[in-house]
T-cell receptor, first 109, second 117 residues
């Protein structure tokens, strides 16, 4: 079973920030938090990952709580092309990845 | 960034035939490759993990004699669906984990859509 829980779906207005939460209360000390997204009929795309500290790249920011039991992916200025299913996954990377149901994000004009 | 390709991108075949899907890491060497299956409106389901030069490890409920996996080199893994039936119609996705990556990020292919008539 997936080790994370995410809301089934979320809406966001174009140009606004999209904040996608993820609960991973059973995360182990050596497990990273990874975020991927999947646009319809394509393979998943890597977004960002983190261990303890908050991370930012050109796509998004990742905020991890101090106890590491939850995190939030932030898309600072959502566009219509960000409409996708977003998966939050915990693990040690090269080992097998178990996908949960993810959050279906709808960005609306 | 690292690129993983799959071939073919889509395939239609008759029931009872076998279909081979290739997964290649184009600009990096992959110690481990993973195969997933995805049915419409569902999440990705891990089928098997393959390591170069050794036998694949299949997830519970996945028939190893039906889904043959070969990982002959550090840049190529193949999945053969033998004696395909309509219920095998699905979106098959591979991913690869790079040798020497500090956090073992996985890179996903674009997927192969299989339709069995």
């Amino acid at each position: 079973d997936a080790k994370t829980t995410q809301p089934t779906s979320m809406d966001c207005a174009e140009g606004r920030a999209a904040n996608l939460p993820c609960n991973h209360s059973t995360i182990s000390g050596n497990e990273y938090v990874y975020w991927y997204r999947q646009i319809h009929s394509q393979g998943p795309q890597y977004i960002i990952h983190g261990l303890k500290n908050n991370e930012t790249n050109e796509m998004a920011s990742l905020i991890i709580t101090e106890d590491r039991k939850s995190s939030t992916l932030i898309l600072p200025h959502a566009t219509l092309r960000d409409t996708a299913v977003y998966y939050c996954i915990v693990g040690t990377g090269g080992f097998k990845t178990i996908f949960g149901a993810g959050t279906r994000l709808f960005v609306k004009a | 960034g690292a690129v993983v390709s799959q071939h073919p991108s889509w395939v239609i075949c008759k029931s009872g035939t076998s279909v081979k899907i290739e997964c290649r890491s184009l600009d990096f060497q992959a110690t481990t490759m993973f195969w997933y299956r995805q049915f419409p409106k569902q999440s990705l389901m891990l089928m098997a993990t393959s390591n170069e030069g050794s036998k694949a490890t299949y997830e519970q409920g996945v028939e190893k004699d039906k889904f043959l996996i070969n990982h002959a080199s550090l840049t190529l893994s193949t999945l053969t669906v033998t004696s395909a039936h309509p219920e095998d119609s699905s979106f098959y996705i591979c991913s690869a984990s790079a040798v020497g990556s500090s956090y073992n990020e996985q890179f996903f292919g674009p997927g192969t859509r299989l339709t069995v008539l």
